[in-house]
T-cell receptor
Framework: GDSVTQMEGPVTLSEEAFLTINCTYTATGYPSLFWYVQYPGEGLQLLLKATKADDKGSNKGFEATYRKETTSFHLEKGSVQVSDSAVYFCALGGRTTDSWGKLQFGAGTQVVVTP | DTEVTQTPKHLVMGMTNKKSLKCEQHMGHRAMYWYKQKAKKPPELMFV???????INESVPSRFSPECPNSSLLNLHLHALQPEDSALYLCASSPRRVQSNTGELFFGEGSRLTVL
């Protein structure tokens, strides 16, 4: 069945450091891939998405490229700020065997950025 | 304006109480979702309504009862809950019917439920 694996946290960084959060997936069909972010005390927000292979999603300085050959969708940001401290969820959706409109979330990675 | 509004933000209830969580969206979205999120875990899907009809029920215990009175409103009725049901309950909506949805959801801020 569909699954999403992302690196465990917490990831602790200094301000202006480079951030990478690894995400790999398993799915049959035509998955879409997402990164959602959850700031403390809030719901989830869509950060970026990619709906087909080689698509690059980007938003707020974050980027992720849908790599079908490595079944990956790693999240990157070149220079993080304290305000980027949050939990980041990689998610899989779209038209897959298991999906039919459901989202399969990874376990989440907590990112802590210190001044 | 993209917004999903959930009330109440916090709820404390005893195991014999009956309460409801409410969710509202005015984006014209046709699918609405209830998720349950425990601390430090990803959200778990509970129910999906598509065009006001229950489309997905993820084998949720009957003490949780969803209702979709119209295309903008979604309720979750709670009765005889257990302490382990304490969690953040998230509502979400999506523009398309659930079978066509790629997975792009708009979430509310959640209702934090504590069952004593």
């Amino acid at each position: 069945g569909d699954s999403v694996t992302q690196m465990e946290g917490p990831v602790t960084l200094s301000e202006e450091a480079f951030l990478t959060i690894n995400c790999t997936y398993t799915a049959t069909g035509y998955p879409s891939l997402f990164w959602y972010v959850q700031y403390p005390g809030e719901g989830l927000q869509l950060l970026l998405k990619a709906t087909k292979a080689d698509d690059k999603g980007s938003n707020k300085g974050f980027e992720a490229t849908y790599r079908k050959e490595t079944t990956s969708f790693h999240l990157e940001k070149g220079s993080v700020q304290v305000s980027d401290s949050a939990v980041y969820f990689c998610a899989l959706g779209g038209r897959t065997t298991d999906s039919w409109g459901k989202l399969q979330f990874g376990a989440g990675t907590q990112v802590v950025v210190t001044p | 304006d993209t917004e999903v509004t959930q009330t109440p933000k916090h709820l404390v209830m005893g195991m014999t109480n009956k309460k409801s969580l409410k969710c509202e969206q005015h984006m014209g979205h046709r699918a609405m979702y209830w998720y349950k999120q425990k601390a430090k875990k990803p959200p778990e899907l509970m129910f999906v309504y598509s065009y006001e009809k229950l489309s997905i029920n993820e084998s949720v215990p009957s003490r949780f009862s969803p209702e979709c009175p119209n295309s903008s409103l979604l309720n979750l009725h709670l009765h005889a809950l257990q302490p382990e049901d304490s969690a953040l309950y998230l509502c979400a909506s999506s523009p398309r019917r659930v079978q066509s949805n790629t997975g792009e959801l708009f979430f509310g801020e959640g209702s934090r439920l504590t069952v004593l």
